[in-house]
């Protein structure tokens, strides 16, 4: 391309754009409106504009620190401009009766409405024209500037006319058309150069027919990635597990309780699946606390049992660990030794444990992704099972399937989550995997009660982990989502144990949180699992997986910032036991619209499943909803809940393609998912 150097093209390479292709396939975070010039009497705060003014005043004040105060007014109002970084230079250029046009968001300030750290710049006798489309803001670009790499797309964007062009629509054109939405390249015009006529508000939300275009493509790519792994782990050969040592039976029946219906089902799937000589590729699907983990175990066992090995992935050390633990208890009767590999381990220990995985001696391992990191070598890995499956995606899952093969055997995948995901979703986003839905939770579960209570009311939640407390309790103690830092979520957990701690003489307050070594975290956590803590101060650090059965009160603070299924996640802590549980959730008034509906869905019910068709409901236009949140898939354009009403036309547009067009799934795939050379093998 026309003046990209070497440089450049590397930093482009850094954000995956290897080719002019990919130019176009970097898509904006949202967009600015540059186009005209706002009145300054017409402003709204929170909105982002172009104003224009004449300087009345500037002058440097220190109100908390050292600060540029600049007044402009266009005649319809005033506007001040607030600097906290700026030279001498830049004081002197705003002098009284400059003329400045600058760019910035609008918010309310001690006198009236200003933009801290507007662009800006001196209008003269011929202003530079105004923008003629909607601005694009692209994420992070590493050392590209937007500008530049606006100016990179709007050339690559020329080139789409070219008769050359790698750019070609993979979807058959009267597909698109019955789906009522914009060609390839009408679509990438529009979200590259949005018409200066265009709603912002719709873009923001992603709702614009140009970017549902590109929603279904990205879908349709992810799906069809999704069923050709399948396809192709399906055709590998894996060991099949025949349990000659009998240790899976054994496993269960040493349980102190009898498996529910749900759990024999997805056991049975499971067996049948580790029977065959083809690998399982198989997701349990089932609620917090539905006892998913010793599903998983069953089938450790009979991997054990089979003179093979089993490696189980936990998303963090504190879940490792959990499990670690857990399992050595369980095993210990059958004679089996259990090694834990992650970060926090001393280097001696892990040494050994490496040594003992690669010579077979240790047939069950535990750990976080330190399992498949370089120097880890299996001797003959027959099954590996990932925990809380919504932190790896697609490329993740490749690679373990990569990692885990040995001498031409696949080993065997079992991936359990707690997401739990309308049916439609579970097809598209889980289209590679065979899935198990364990839809019942173990007899004697209280339901936990939840409550909402305004913040005011604190001390009255205080006194209640007392009461808890006094009666052999335990408790969880979950600080505000600070979104800034994972210092500043640190700090404040420990400014909130250190208060509780004091206003509770006789409570034992522990902490947990992201910024603790582990080996602190792991100490915490043992102390109230074994209940030498009373009340665990945490940060959502605990979201995930922790089981401490004798904690039945969980208090929640700032709980209108979090999300449905967070809250959800967070309340499966407790009612793990068989006494009752409550879940305080403590908020901040005034609670929008929004907070108060999702208060009210996680107030009326249990059902994870519920929950998450609630949460579909709630998620109206404007919110910015991360697959993140969701974890399904790392998706640049679409998001699985907002676009879920496409997902039907993505499983028969697939099956249209395999069938029919065989050959553009490889280029949707390199477009979209970025894994080329894997599909020559599948074809
Ligand atoms: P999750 O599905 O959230 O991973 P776990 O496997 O951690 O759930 O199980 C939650 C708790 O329920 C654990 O304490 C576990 O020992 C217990 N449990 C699991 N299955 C049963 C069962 N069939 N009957 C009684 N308790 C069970
Ligand atoms: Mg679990």
């Not at 399992?327 to 590999?341: C, K, N, T, Y």
């Not at 065979?434 to 006194?463: M, W």
Request: charged share 25%; net charge neutral; glycine share 8%.
């Amino acid at each position: 391309m026309r003046g990209v150097g070497s440089a450049l093209a590397e930093r482009l390479s850094k954000l995956g754009v290897t080719q002019v292709q990919d130019l176009l396939f970097v898509l904006p975070l949202r967009y600015e409106d540059r186009t005209h010039v706002e009145s300054i009497g017409a402003l709204i705060p929170g909105t982002r504009v172009v104003v224009e003014g004449e300087v009345q005043l500037t002058e440097i004040t220190f109100r908390r620190r050292r600060q540029l105060l600049c007044r402009i007014s266009d005649g319809s109002g005033f506007l001040t401009l607030r600097f906290f970084y700026f030279s001498a230079a830049q004081q002197n250029g705003l002098a009284r009766g400059t003329r400045i046009r600058c760019f910035g968001e609008v918010r309310r300030g001690p006198f009236g409405l200003e933009i801290v750290h507007p662009e800006y710049r001196r209008v003269t006798d011929e202003p530079a024209p105004l923008e003629e489309t909607l601005t694009p803001i692209y994420s992070s670009t590493e050392g590209i500037a937007q500008s530049r790499l606006r100016a990179l797309i709007t050339q690559a964007l020329q080139e789409l006319d070219s008769p050359g062009s790698a750019v070609r629509d993979w979807i058959p054109s009267d597909v698109v058309k019955s789906l009522g939405l914009p060609s390839l390249k009408e679509a990438l015009e529009y979200v590259h150069h949005p018409p200066r006529e265009a709603e912002i508000a719709v873009l923001a939300a992603g709702r614009h027919p140009a970017q549902r275009r590109l929603a279904f493509e990205e879908l349709l790519a992810h799906h069809l990635s999704l069923k050709l792994i399948k396809h192709e782990a399906k055709t590998e050969p894996a060991w099949p597990l025949d349990d000659r040592e009998n240790l899976a039976p054994q496993f269960v029946g040493s349980l102190p309780f009898p498996l529910t219906n749900a759990q024999s089902r997805a056991l049975r799937d499971v067996n049948a699946d580790l029977s065959m000589s083809r690998p399982m590729v198989r997701l349990i699907q089932g609620d917090v606390g539905c006892g998913k983990t010793v599903v998983a175990a069953a089938a450790a066992a009979r991997a054990a049992g089979s003179g093979l090995q089993v490696a189980l992935m936990a998303p963090t050390e504190l879940l490792a660990e959990q499990h670690f633990r857990n399992f050595q208890e369980w095993f210990r009767p059958l004679g089996l030794p259990i090694a834990l590999v992650c970060g926090s381990v001393a280097a001696r220990t892990r040494r050994s444990a490496l040594e003992a995985i690669a010579s077979g001696e240790i047939r069950i391992a535990v750990g976080t992704h330190a399992l498949f990191q370089e120097g880890m070598d299996f001797k003959h890995l027959a099954l590996v099972i990932v925990d809380e499956q919504h932190r790896f995606g697609v490329q993740q899952r490749l690679r373990l399937q990569e990692k885990g093969q040995k001498n031409g055997r696949f080993p065997h995948q079992l991936i359990m989550t707690a997401t739990p995901i309308p049916r439609t979703l579970a097809m598209t986003a889980y289209a590679d995997l065979d899935i198990s839905v364990i839809d019942e939770l173990p007899p004697g579960r209280t339901p936990v009660k939840t409550v909402v209570i305004p913040e005011q009311k604190r001390d009255a939640v205080v006194a209640r982990i007392v009461e808890a407390c006094r009666e052999g309790r335990q408790a969880y103690w979950v600080c505000p989502l600070i979104e800034e830092s994972e210092e500043l979520r640190s700090q404040a957990a420990e400014e909130t144990a250190a208060a509780l701690a004091e206003a509770l003489p006789g409570v034992r307050v522990g902490l947990v949180h992201g910024r603790m070594p582990p080996a602190k975290k792991d100490e915490a956590m043992l102390a109230f699992k074994d209940g030498k803590i009373h009340l665990l101060v945490a940060t959502t650090v605990i979201e995930v997986g922790v089981d401490v059965p004798n904690s039945t009160l969980m208090v929640v603070e700032n709980a209108e910032r979090m999300g449905l299924a967070q809250l959800h996640q967070l309340r499966g802590r407790v009612g793990r036991g068989t006494s009752a549980s409550t879940c305080v959730l403590l908020y901040r008034a005034p609670l929008s619209q929004l907070a108060r509906e999702r208060l009210k869905a996680i107030r009326e019910t249990n059902d994870g499943f519920e929950i998450a068709r609630r949460d579909l409901e709630l998620r109206g236009p404007g919110e910015l909803l991360g697959t993140r949140q969701t974890g399904l898939a790392q998706l640049r354009v679409a998001d699985l809940l907002r676009d879920a009403d496409l997902l039907p036309r993505v499983q028969d547009t697939a099956e249209l393609l395999l069938a029919s067009y065989p050959d553009n799934i490889a280029a949707l795939a390199v477009r979209w998912v970025g894994t080329a050379e894997r599909y020559g093998r599948v074809g």
